[in-house]
């Protein structure tokens, strides 16, 4: 009737079916945020390994080693914090979904070339970090978490998060907006 | 009829305010862009400080690391024994009499080296002292990868060599210095202005000095020296994954790989055997 053509589109969704994408798309990114929270918690806490294990896929020019080696985990704890929150949920989503298919890219590449890693100094029994050999087993697993953020970039959608409450603010908005409506004009008479 | 048209007009009237209503909702629509637009600002700006920020404090990292003096520590007896440099850039110290060789293969670089140094040093010093062993120092670029930016094992091999060179007094001095204050493995090695400050306390310095560092003369021999070493089964050690390879550091007494970190009377015992009481 009257409300219900004037009912704004995007207020559509309050299905069951919405509601479990929702759901869905909520445990994406709160999986999401804690990948990428705690995996550059690890990279922060520990620079030299995380040097160590940049300059281990031997793909960058020695130069770019440092710099990128000390970027890494404050991108990574950034892009978490933003999932987190859910603001902006599918422009983050595209970027942790390029990120991580840069690493893998850079974990095949490492498994074509056979590369190990090795840093070669050791006395009698001390310490020579073993080879890496989980490349399919990491490939997998960065895989998934592309899925995750796929999910987020195809229906950016969750509850709890910041987008959510913008949208909602914007629909008030326009509510109101047509529920004042145009003051009513005599139409009596006119065809 | 009345009801018809009344509808219609009602209709109509729904139609009108239903087009109003869009037409506001259009003016409105700028909104929606606009929060859209900065969501996505927010984002960008977000990360971008965040790898900003990264590469500025791994900057700061490496320039205050480059501030560190590197205290110059003296070995008081290293008058007592000849030092001198080998044409294969070794550097041999200890009498020629000493019936006991030693070969110490090490990276400045290396974190195990230093152990090793540290454990050792004063025993080993004690038989330089003695007369009893000589050491051959084989000073390698194994970990010329592991500092950032590369190549510290080189920048302080060769400059350790160009002491033994000059000022063969001071080598040992240099040489120690470096283990008690070895650069964070995986982080920005001491620069070559660092390595020459402290070659400048413990007073070795001139043209010549200088020449043999900036010449990077030795750079090639080192090289060298490290790929004969990696090859060479001989002094291939059992690593923690199983297979058998060259590592720094690397001690051969005699001719025979040492395992220093389990035996620890290595040298004692050796010594005991090779001048009986």
């Given at each position: 009737?009257?409300?219900?053509?004037?009912?704004?589109?995007?207020?559509?969704?309050?299905?069951?079916?919405?509601?479990?994408?929702?759901l869905?798309?909520?445990?994406?990114?709160?999986?999401?945020?804690?990948?990428?929270?705690?995996?550059?918690?690890?990279?922060?806490?520990?620079?030299?390994?995380?040097?160590?294990?940049?300059?281990?896929?031997?793909?960058?020019?020695?130069?770019?080693?440092?710099?990128?080696?000390?970027?890494?985990?404050?991108?990574?704890?950034?892009?978490?914090?933003?999932v987190?929150?859910?603001?902006?949920?599918?422009?983050?989503?595209?970027?942790?979904?390029?990120?991580?298919?840069?690493?893998?890219?850079?974990?095949?590449?490492s498994?074509?070339?056979?590369?190990?890693?090795?840093c070669?100094?050791?006395?009698?029994?001390?310490?020579?970090?073993a080879?890496?050999?989980?490349?399919?087993?990491?490939?997998?697993?960065?895989?998934?978490?592309?899925?995750?953020?796929?999910?987020?970039?195809?229906?950016?959608?969750?509850?709890?998060?910041?987008?959510?409450?913008?949208?909602?603010?914007?629909?008030?908005?326009?509510?109101?907006?047509?529920?004042?409506g145009?003051?009513?004009?005599?139409?009596?008479?006119?065809? | 009829?009345?009801?018809?048209?009344?509808?219609?007009?009602?209709?109509?009237?729904?139609?009108?305010?239903?087009?109003?209503?869009?037409?506001?909702?259009?003016?409105?629509?700028?909104?929606?862009?606009?929060?859209?637009?900065?969501?996505?600002?927010v984002?960008?700006?977000?990360?971008?400080?965040?790898v900003?920020?990264?590469?500025?404090?791994?900057?700061?990292?490496?320039?205050?690391?480059?501030?560190?003096?590197?205290?110059?520590?003296?070995?008081?007896?290293?008058?007592?024994?000849?030092?001198?440099?080998?044409k294969?850039?070794?550097?041999?110290?200890?009498?020629?009499?000493?019936?006991?060789?030693?070969?110490?293969?090490?990276?400045?670089?290396?974190?195990?080296?230093?152990?090793?140094?540290?454990?050792?040093?004063?025993?080993?010093?004690?038989?330089?002292?003695?007369?009893?062993?000589?050491?051959?120092?084989?000073?390698?670029?194994?970990?010329d990868?592991?500092?950032?930016?590369?190549?510290?094992?080189?920048?302080?091999?060769?400059?350790?060599?160009?002491?033994?060179?000059?000022?063969?007094?001071?080598?040992?001095?240099?040489?120690?210095?470096?283990?008690?204050?070895?650069?964070?493995?995986?982080?920005?090695?001491?620069?070559?202005?660092?390595?020459?400050?402290?070659?400048?306390?413990?007073?070795?310095?001139?043209?010549?000095?200088?020449?043999?560092?900036?010449?990077?003369?030795?750079?090639?021999?080192?090289?060298?020296?490290?790929?004969?070493?990696?090859?060479?089964?001989?002094?291939?050690?059992?690593s923690?994954?199983?297979?058998?390879?060259?590592?720094?550091?690397?001690?051969?007494?005699?001719?025979?790989?040492?395992?220093?970190?389990?035996?620890?009377?290595?040298?004692?015992d050796?010594?005991?055997?090779?001048?009986?009481?």
């Open positions: 009737m009257d409300r219900a053509r004037r009912r704004p589109v995007a207020v559509l969704g309050e299905g069951s079916l919405s509601r479990v994408l929702d869905i798309g909520t445990a994406c990114r709160l999986g999401l945020a804690a990948v990428w929270i705690g995996s550059g918690w690890v990279k922060a806490a520990d620079p030299a390994q995380t040097v160590a294990a940049v300059r281990a896929y031997d793909v960058l020019p020695s130069g770019l080693v440092g710099p990128v080696a000390g970027a890494l985990p404050l991108l990574e704890l950034a892009l978490g914090l933003l987190l929150i859910g603001i902006g949920q599918r422009l983050t989503g595209v970027l942790s979904a390029v990120l991580l298919v840069v690493y893998i890219a850079g974990v095949a590449q498994w074509a070339r056979g590369l190990t890693i090795d070669g100094c050791f006395g009698g029994g001390g310490r020579v970090t080879a890496q050999t989980h490349y399919p087993q990491e490939i997998l697993r960065d895989i998934g978490f592309v899925v995750l953020a796929g999910w987020l970039v195809v229906r950016p959608r969750s509850w709890w998060s910041v987008d959510g409450w913008l949208r909602r603010g914007r629909q008030d908005g326009r509510r109101q907006q047509v529920d004042a145009p003051s009513p004009r005599p139409s009596v008479g006119r065809t | 009829m009345s009801g018809g048209r009344a509808s219609r007009t009602r209709t109509k009237r729904q139609g009108k305010s239903a087009a109003a209503a869009k037409a506001v909702a259009a003016a409105r629509g700028g909104r929606r862009d606009l929060s859209k637009i900065v969501v996505a600002v984002v960008v700006v977000v990360v971008a400080a965040a900003i920020g990264g590469v500025l404090f791994e900057q700061h990292k490496a320039n205050v690391a480059a501030q560190t003096v590197i205290p110059a520590r003296t070995v008081a007896g290293s008058a007592k024994y000849p030092v001198s440099i080998e294969d850039a070794t550097v041999l110290v200890g009498r020629p009499t000493a019936k006991i060789t030693v070969d110490a293969y090490e990276d400045f670089e290396c974190p195990i080296c230093r152990e090793f140094e540290s454990q050792y040093f004063t025993s080993v010093e004690r038989q330089l002292e003695a007369g009893t062993v000589q050491v051959r120092y084989h000073m390698l670029n194994l970990l990868q592991s500092s950032v930016p590369a190549g510290y094992s080189s920048l302080s091999a060769n400059m350790a060599l160009a002491v033994a060179t000059v000022a063969p007094d001071k080598f040992m001095d240099f040489h120690y210095s470096l283990y008690q204050k070895q650069p964070e493995e995986n982080g920005p090695g001491w620069t070559q202005a660092q390595l020459l400050s402290l070659a400048d306390r413990l007073g070795v310095r001139g043209t010549r000095f200088h020449q043999l560092v900036t010449g990077r003369t030795y750079y090639r021999q080192i090289q060298t020296n490290l790929d004969n070493a990696s090859t060479n089964k001989a002094l291939f050690q059992p923690s994954n199983g297979s058998s390879g060259f590592g720094t550091p690397t001690i051969v007494a005699d001719g025979t790989v040492v395992n220093w970190q389990s035996d620890t009377t290595w040298l004692a050796l010594v005991k055997t090779r001048y009986p009481e």
